[in-house]
């Protein structure tokens, strides 16, 4: 049971007990515990669903697009800014932290002895190349140009040099504006997924628990007024 329910129903339980027993102070106290309780409840319950007839309810389903626009303005302001990712690609570029060699080992390198072989076939050694039979002649060097190909890339991918022009070139005004770019694309094409009842159900799962607490509390201050007004009255 929870904490909203379980509220209202000993305010209910205190306010009949007061009635049927004739305690003004159990009467009073049940039913300004009730009326806080029930009170906070609907104001929470009006947080999420239309109520007819009562403006402003449903506020949350109904301005899911400034809802939307929030959670893109705080990743974009707050975590993809400009320094935050220059101060990534610096992390990730310094030391021995970048390592193209997983990128390359998926690059077909056999177009480059394909060309090799073409700029034989049509130099001057074309002639002499046709006399061993043609370009078929140096096939059986193709695996092994291949693997020293992707070896020698690999380890001018590793070098200083490369790494620096790498850095210099993502940190430009130019490719951060792309990155940036190429973020945001990604966050607003996740956001556009988002529906009014799927911002609803976030919301709720992130507070639920936490405005349980208000109709717990209404119920308790409720209470204690409704014992003051009962000397009073």
């Known amino acids: ?17 007061g009635y049927q027993t004739d305690n003004q102070i159990a009467f009073y106290a049940g039913l ?19 109520v007819p007839g009562l403006y402003g309810s449903g506020v949350i389903p109904a301005r899911f697009e400034e809802f939307k626009a929030a959670i893109k303005n705080l990743m974009m302001e707050q975590f993809f800014t400009a320094e935050n990712i220059d101060r990534f690609l610096n992390k990730e570029m310094s030391g021995k932290t970048l390592n193209l060699e997983p990128v390359l080992e998926k690059v077909d390198f056999n177009p480059t002895f394909d060309s090799l072989v073409n700029v034989i076939a049509n130099s001057s050694f074309g002639s002499m190349l046709a006399m061993f039979g043609g370009a078929e002649a140096l096939q059986p060097l193709k695996e092994p140009f291949v693997e020293k190909m992707q070896e020698a890339v690999v380890e001018i991918s590793q070098s200083d040099a490369v790494k620096e022009a790498l850095k210099g070139q993502l940190e430009s005004p130019a490719m951060m504006e792309e990155i940036q770019a190429n973020i945001e694309n990604i966050i607003d094409q996740r956001l556009s997924e988002l529906t009014p009842k799927l911002v609803k159900e976030i919301v709720q799962k992130m507070i639920k628990e936490h405005l349980g607490w208000l109709v717990v509390w209404g119920g308790v201050f409720g209470g204690l007024i409704g014992i003051a007004s009962s000397f009073i009255a």
């Open 1 to 17: 049971m929870n904490k909203s329910l379980l509220t209202n129903l000993l305010a209910l339980a205190l306010l009949a007990g």
């Open 32 to 50: 300004f515990a009730f009326s806080g309780a029930i009170t906070n409840w609907l104001a929470i319950h009006m947080l999420f669903e239309k």
